[in-house]
């Protein structure tokens, strides 16, 4: 195993569309899913894109922590889980906002629009094909995850282009600076 490089915003890897993976349980590929489970453990992250470790192939990985879950349906805690080759359905409804970060542009964080209920298609780690509905945070995961194989970062997403900042400024300021997204006057 081994903690892997992570490519940061403003290197072209983060913006190149990624291939399909052609077998799933190829030995080059758990050893991928493990040195990636090996970084993500590492830097405190909650999910992580192959593209974000130089490789452009369609995988990644997420888990969903008991305190960000709301316990609304499909809304539980997940532990480590491995997406290949994602096939992702937003279910209709407006868009949530919420504060979302990535492990590419450390430090910031920005307000990202995301559907609140998804359905995901995929082929896990044992090379089984699954299907799972999520919502709420898990939903959001999924959704930013998915974006890293299609070259697309969160700042691409932002419906207010001011809603990005330093996160400690951020958590700092949340009440103000939600304050000004809602105002139309500003
Ligand atoms: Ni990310």
Not at 55 to 67: A, D, N, S
Not at 83 to 108: A, K, M, Q
Request: glycine share 8%; with cysteine; charged share 25%.
């Amino acid at each position: 195993m081994a903690i892997l490089k992570l490519a940061r915003m403003g290197h072209p890897v983060l913006l190149a569309r990624a291939a399909p993976v052609d077998d799933p349980t190829a030995p080059e590929i758990l050893r991928l899913l493990a040195d990636m489970a090996e970084t993500l453990d590492d830097s405190g992250g909650v999910g992580l894109a192959a593209p974000q470790v130089h490789v452009l192939l369609r995988l990644f990985i997420y888990k969903v922590p008991e305190r960000r879950t709301t316990g609304a349906d499909d809304d539980s805690p997940q532990g480590l889980t491995a997406v290949i080759n994602p096939d992702l359905i937003l279910h209709e409804g407006d868009p949530v906002e919420d504060w979302e970060g990535c492990l590419s542009i450390p430090g910031l964080t920005g307000l990202v629009p995301r559907a609140t209920r998804v359905s995901l298609r995929g082929v896990n780690a044992s090379g089984a094909s699954f299907t799972r509905t999520a919502t709420g945070f898990h939903a959001r995961v999924i959704q930013h995850e998915t974006d890293h194989l299609d070259g697309i970062l969160y700042p691409a997403r932002l419906r207010d282009a001011r809603m990005i900042g330093f996160s400690d400024e951020i958590i700092r300021f949340r009440d103000d600076i939600m304050a000004i997204h809602h105002d139309p006057t500003i």
